[in-house]
Structure formats: C-alpha cells, structure tokens
C-alpha cells in the first residue's frame, strides 16, 4: 500500500505551525525554576510537538492510500452432470473424471485457480471425483449465466464447459452473451438413432369451460420413410381422438392437431402417445403430458392513464403475460371519457391520475366509486394533494413538484407474498426512476414491499406499498420508469422476472378475494417432481381469527382414475405441514376435513405431479452446438479424449493476473493513531510535571 500525504493549502503553513508550538513552548518553560534547566527543556519540546501537531490539523491535510491487489485468473470446470452424460458408458465418464483432474492440477500448477460448478443449485462440491451423473434436466444456459453472475468482478477469465451438447430446458446457451472465454468438450454419441420422437406439445395453458382447444404435437423421425403410425389424444385413460401419420422422408417433421373440448373445471391432464413402430430406439420418448388449466372466465384489468407513456406498455406486457387476466388500455387525452369504465372490471390501474390538469377527475371519482382493487403509479403529472384524499394507504406531502431519483431496496420483513432472494438482488442493479419528492406516510396497515433507495441510502420512504385492510384495497407505485427497470433486468439476466413478478403479484395480492375460512389446507406449490415431496400447509383459526394448533386433520387424495389414499395427522405449533411421498405423474384432487370448536370445516383442491425427467427424450449428442457456443466466445471445441490439447493451448495462452488499485483519500485528523499520539504527549507532559510536584 502506498501512501501520500496531500495539502488543501500551502505547505509553507507547516513552518508557521512549528514556529507557534515553539514560541508557545517557549513562553510556557523559559521561567520555570521549579524544573532543572534539561526538564525544562524536555517538558517544552513535547509541549511544542504538541501544539505544531494541533495547529497542523487545522490545516486539514488529506492522507491518500494507494491499495494494488493481484488476483489470480479463474478457470472454472461447469461439468453436465445429467443423466445423458452416462449413456457413453461408466468406464469412459470414469476416464474423463481422471483426465479432468489432471487438467485442473495442470492448471494450478501454473498459478491460475480451477473451481468447479455443475447443473445442481447450490453446488459447493469441488471435488471431480464426487460428481454424481444424476440430473434429470439440462439447463445449460442456467448454469453458464449463474457462472457470469457468481463471478462477477472476479478475474474468471476461462470456463471449460463439458457436456454432450443435449440441452433441453431453457434456451440455447448460444443466445447468451458471456464476459469470459467458453471452451467446450464434447462427451457422448453423435449419431443419429433409427427413433420415433414426440418433441413437444403445443397448448394454451389456459382453456375456458365448454370451448374448444388445439392440442398440437410435434413429431420427428428417422430412418422410418414410407411407414405410418398412430398417434393418440387421451384424458384419464381414455381415447379422445387419433390420427394415422405417414413419414415421407428418412428424417421427417410432422405436426398434427387435435381439438379436445374442456368439459370440466381445473387442472386437466391430456396426453398425446405415438403407437411405437418396429426397431425404434427408444420408446420413452413416445409420449408427452399436457397440463391445461379449465376457468370459467378471466380476471379484467382497466389501466386509465392520463397520456401515452413507455411505463403503460410495460404494464401491459407483464398483464398480458397472465392468461388469467383480460386488459383494457384508456387514455385520458384520446378516448370518449364517457365510455372510460362503462364495461365491467375487476382491478383498476390509474397511471398519473388524479393529474394537475383536473383532466381526468371525473372519470377518475367515477371509477373509484365503484370500489374496485387500485393501483396508483405515481409521476410527474399527479395531482399529489387530490391523490391523498382518493386512498387510505399512503400520504404524500410533495414540495413543488420536484422529484427524487431513487431505486428499490425490498422490504426483508413484508410477508404476505413469497420473492426469491437470490434474484432480489437485482434491484439493486436497476436504473433510478423518478420519484414525487417530499415526506411520505404510510397510513395504519400499510405493508412496505419496496423502499427508496437514494444513491446507497435506504430511506424509510415507501416506493411500492399496499393495503388489504380497507374497504377498497389499494397499493402504490410512487415513481416512473418501470419500463427502464425491464429493459435492464433483460440486459443483466436475459430474462424479465423479478420486476414482472413484483408488479404482477402486487395485483393479485390486491385483488385476492378475502378467505374467511376456518381451515385453510393446500399444497406449498402447485406443480411437484416426481422425485420431491408434495407438501401440504395447515392453517386453523378460531371465531376471531387466531391461530390454533393441535386439529386432526383427515385428508383424502384421488388420482385421475378415481383411488383414493386417506391420511390422518394433528397439526402442532412447531410443525403445521404434512408430507406424501410416492405419489406418480398426475393430476390430484384434495379434500380435508376437521373439526374447528365443534364445526365441521372441509376444504378442498388440486395439484400437479410432473415427471421432469427430460434425459430419456434425446440421447444425440450435439457437438454442433458446443462448437459454436465456442467460437462465439473466443474458445476452442474438443471431444473428450483431447484434454491434453486444451491443456497445452490453456498453458499456452495463459491469461495475465488481474490488478486492482483503490484510491481512499482519508483527513489526517480522522486516523485514530493520531488521537493516540495527541493523548500519549499530553499524558507524558501532565504526568511528568505532577511527579516533579508542579500543575
């Protein structure tokens, strides 16, 4: 570390500051008789070093640190450790476990550090050896973008991806964009098999009551030209329709349809299965589920904005996301204000209104009167004072229209929706948008779910807040540019989750139907794995709504054939959950029943077990893919009997370390040891003078 000592003002005044601890040390000892002539003049040299040090504070000096660190380049090994990778055999997976090893020993030989990193979350295992093939998915681009974002402002210079190139869930990794160099090694068989393929399905996820849906599939084959097969649409088992498929060419893509009627509500199951042909490969990958959502209707959002604006689109896009949700878009300035809400809805989204124009206050009374969940986003055109006294949730006491550029800091307490953290820390990424400036209030039962951030200051100020406890719940969004948060989140992750997810959730939390029920039991998700545990929450409450504990609870699951499996627990204060293991690919249905103070309370609904193993549907190995995820990213493609090459152009093309220098620029008077050097002179000079019996 290299330090430098900088003046605001001329470094002749340090002479002045030893010319004044001199003349006062000086003037203090030169009478003294109580001291020997060398006491005299020890005492007046600490006092003089005394008073300069002082006086040479009040000259503010600056102390600039210079600190460099060296960081070693990091290579990192992402290892596809699915089910696909052992298809080549356990002996040469063994064989590429050993030469891995040696590649990464090679490597930190020359000083670079090798960390390891696989398709499973959380992966701490830095040991090759203990890898386990046993990933039921592959989600490539998943694993390359956790890589970019864990190791962010590190020195990674290197990622050497080994895989089969069979990515099957998410997008291609070839569509990412990576701050690193990729090399690829490519395991497995590149041939193509003599197979028949159900590649997927073609659904909406939402189907109404009564109506007619497509189903479309998608079917591949090869090595069967001039042959025919049956494909089949069944629910429950039972045959919905059929359709003969004829293959033209040795490698063949067909589509067909089929169009299924929802006859009853909730989840539906409907699977598509190809009748299998003689000398296929594989037949596992002859059927496919699909999963369709029966509703009566959908849910009617209104957005009235005052004028066009980006924020409006970006509501819309999120909205529009939900097949759940039907949006209508009025603008103020455009529309006939007399037709502005005369269609029934469900939830209002009021963007810059009441304005400081009075444009849109009648329509705006109108709308509100009818009681219906709000969302208010706030801007520059809000008539802040009117805003106040059309809601119970917030208080807003703006200062002539100025605004605050601020970002979003989530509220670690707010509970009453579920976020995941680890992506949370993007808001802190975002751009700032523009707040209303002034104090904020947030009324009795207001729940903060974003704070305003300013700079790296967390205020207190609520920039997304809701109330469910009145009579027309409501929430907030004091601030614009949502847009520009969207267009950011894409630009980091590649995805648009987390501020879509905020937005859409704080609308459902708003317009949620209250539950008045005593007994509250359902699954903590809707979709389960095979392979997890479907777990079920247990929630009882009394005539005023407290918690009780200690009910059994009989619960009976049916499966899609109509068995039945009962259970019976009692919930507990420490463990209010009960888990069921072993349940198959399906639809669900629930119905528990208890008694809550000496009434029956019954509830009752459904979930979803997936079958996620997606290995068995593709055994190809793709090299063509790796190949070009490598040139893409300024790396080479090697199969796997070649790691001696890539550690000979590794060595040879050795990334430099990464050097870091930090400037701190601290006042003097501010270091601690200084105050302990002022305090050791005054405690000598005090010291002395009291022994030799002077004050």
């Not at 197979?195 to 079917?219: G, H, M, W």
């Not at 509500?265 to 299965?273: P, S, Y």
């Amino acid at each position: 570390m290299k330090s430098e000592l900088i003046f605001q003002s001329t470094p002749w005044f340090i002479a002045l500051c030893l010319l004044a601890g001199g003349i006062y040390a000086f003037v203090l000892y030169q009478n003294k008789k109580t001291f020997s002539t060398l006491q005299n003049r020890i005492l007046a040299i600490v006092r003089g070093i005394l008073v300069s040090l002082l006086a040479f504070l009040l000259l503010n000096p600056l102390l600039r640190n210079n600190k460099t660190s060296i960081e070693k380049p990091t290579v990192v090994l992402a290892i596809d450790n699915s089910t696909s990778m052992t298809q080549s055999g356990q002996e040469k997976l063994n064989a590429l476990k050993q030469n891995l090893q040696k590649l990464k020993e090679s490597i930190e030989s020359k000083g670079a550090s090798v960390e390891i990193q696989s398709l499973t979350e959380n992966n701490d295992n830095q040991d090759i050896n203990a890898i386990k093939f046993k990933e039921n998915k592959s989600n490539l681009s998943e694993m390359l973008a956790n890589i970019k974002n864990s190791y962010e402002g590190r020195n990674l210079t290197d990622v050497i991806l080994v895989s089969d190139g069979i990515a099957n869930e998410g997008i291609s990794p070839t569509y990412g964009k990576y701050n690193f160099n990729i090399h690829t090694v490519g395991l497995g068989d590149t041939t193509q098999k003599k197979d028949v393929k159900l590649n997927t399905i073609y659904a909406n996820r939402i189907a109404y009551l009564s109506n007619k849906f497509p189903v479309q599939a998608e079917i591949s084959s090869f090595g069967f030209q001039g042959k025919s097969t049956t494909i089949i649409l069944k629910q429950a088992g039972k045959v919905l329709d059929k359709q003969i498929l004829n293959f033209d060419k040795a490698d063949d893509l067909k589509q067909i349809t089929f169009y299924a009627t929802a006859e009853q509500k909730g989840m539906q199951r409907f699977t598509v299965e190809i009748i299998p042909l003689g000398g296929e490969h594989s037949i596992k990958n002859n059927v496919k589920d699909v999963y369709i959502d029966v509703v009566d209707g959908k849910e009617k959002v209104l957005i009235v904005a005052l004028a066009p604006h980006p924020d409006i689109k970006a509501l819309k896009t999120i909205i529009e996301k939900n097949e759940l949700y039907e949006l209508t878009v009025k603008i103020i300035q455009s529309d006939n204000l007399s037709e502005i809400g005369s269609q029934p809805f469900d939830v209002l989204i009021l963007h810059q209104l009441p304005d400081i124009y009075g444009a849109g206050s009648g329509v705006v009374s109108r709308l509100l009167a009818q009681g219906k969940p709000t969302l208010f986003v706030l801007g520059n055109q809000t008539n802040i004072t009117t805003f106040n006294g059309m809601q119970q949730t917030l208080s807003v006491a703006a200062q002539g229209g100025k605004a605050d550029k601020v970002t979003a800091k989530f509220n670690s307490s707010f509970n009453l929706f579920n976020l995941d953290g680890d992506k949370l820390s993007i808001l802190e990424r975002l751009p700032p948008i523009l707040s209303p400036f002034g104090e904020y209030k947030p009324t009795a039962g207001s729940e903060i779910i974003l704070y305003q951030r300013v700079g790296s200051l967390v205020t207190p100020k609520p920039l997304l807040i809701a109330n469910t406890i009145t009579a027309r719940k409501s929430a907030i969004l004091a601030g614009e540019g949502l847009w520009q948060w969207r267009l950011e989140e894409f630009a980091l992750t590649d995805k648009q989750e987390i501020v879509d997810e905020i937005i859409m959730k704080t609308l459902q939390l708003i317009s949620v139907k209250d539950d008045k029920r005593k007994l509250r039991v359902y699954p903590i998700a809707p979709e389960f794995s095979v392979d997890e545990k479907v777990i079920f929450e247990n929630e009882a409450y009394n005539d005023i709504y407290e918690r009780i504990y200690n009910q059994e609870i009989k619960l009976d699951i049916t499966d899609e054939k109509g068995k039945a499996r009962t259970y019976s627990y009692t919930t507990t204060k420490d463990n209010s959950r009960f888990e069921i293991t072993g349940l198959t690919e399906g639809v669900y249905r629930y119905k528990a029943a208890t008694q809550v103070l000496g009434k029956s309370e019954i509830v009752d609904g459904q979930f979803i077990v997936r079958n996620t193993d997606l290995e068995n549907l593709n055994s190809t190995a793709d090299f063509n893919m790796l190949r070009t995820l490598a040139v893409q990213n300024n790396g080479q493609f090697f199969v796997a009997n070649q790691l001696e090459k890539l550690k000979d152009f590794l060595l040879s093309n050795k990334a430099p370390d990464k050097v870091t220098s930090i400037e701190e620029m601290n006042e003097f008077i501010n270091l601690k040891w200084v105050f302990f050097v002022l305090l050791a002179l005054a405690t000598i000079e005090w010291s002395v003078r009291k022994y030799l019996g002077s004050y």
